[in-house]
């Protein structure tokens, strides 16, 4: 079945600092994998697509089907990151979507 | 555009009754998926509407159903409810001859007493 894994629930960095959250996923195929980004107060809304190969907002991900990983990653954290992060799964055009159980981001200035 | 709307806000309800929550999608889109989000977990698919019919299910059982509307409105409905069923209950709408990125509303409360 598949699945996906978010290890960390609290990541805290400082202002500056390199940020990076953790995904894995199980699927045997070719998934497609996003971030979904929630700020406070906010609803759910998609951040970024492997497919796009985009940066947004300083984030970037890459998928890597070896480890099954798709890892989002920022270079330098700033205070409007702190929200919570959620890894997403999607295959075969279904557009079902199987969320990890997310990772809270707090930078601290 | 006020994106996807959701009603109601919050709802309070007792063990055995039954809910019925509603959900407006963005214009243009005639997709409409629904998602369970219990207290720190992430979003669970319960299933998606399109062209009126459910066209996908996840691992929920039958309690819950839905029905979408001639204008891509949709409901949910949670029969014969449970302690388990209180989450936040969210509404995603798309468009999947557009683009396959789905707009989330801001959310139904359910408590279960």
């Known amino acids: 079945a598949q699945r996906v894994t978010q290890p960390e629930k609290l990541l805290s960095v400082f202002k500056g600092a390199p940020v990076e959250l953790k995904c894995n996923y199980s699927y045997s195929g070719s998934p497609e994998l996003f971030w979904y980004v929630q700020y406070s107060r906010q609803r759910l809304q998609l951040l970024l697509r492997h497919i796009s190969r985009e940066s947004i907002k300083g984030f970037t991900a890459d998928l890597n089907k070896g480890e099954t990983s798709f890892h989002l990653k920022k270079p330098f954290a700033q205070e409007e990151d702190s929200a919570m992060y959620y890894c997403?799964?999607?295959?075969?055009?279904?557009?079902?979507?199987?969320f990890g159980t997310g990772t809270r981001l707090q930078v601290f200035p | 555009d006020a994106g996807v709307t959701q009603s109601p806000t919050h709802l309070i309800k007792t063990r055995g009754q039954q809910v019925t929550l509603r959900c407006s999608p963005k214009s243009g889109h005639d997709t409409v998926s629904w998602y369970q989000q219990a207290l720190g977990q992430g979003p669970q698919f319960i299933f998606q509407?399109?062209?009126?019919?459910?066209?996908q299910r996840g691992n929920f059982p039958d309690r819950f159903s839905g029905h979408q509307f001639p204008n891509y409105s949709s409901e949910l409905n949670v029969n014969a409810l449970l302690l388990g069923d209180s989450a936040l209950y969210l509404c995603?709408?798309?468009?999947?001859?557009?683009?396959?990125?789905?707009?989330f509303g801001p959310g139904t409360r359910l408590t279960v007493l």
């Open positions: 509407y399109y062209e009126e019919e459910e066209r």
């Open positions: 995603a709408s798309s468009s999947p001859s557009v683009t396959d990125e789905q707009f």
């Open positions: 997403a799964l999607s295959w075969d055009n279904t557009d079902k979507l199987i």
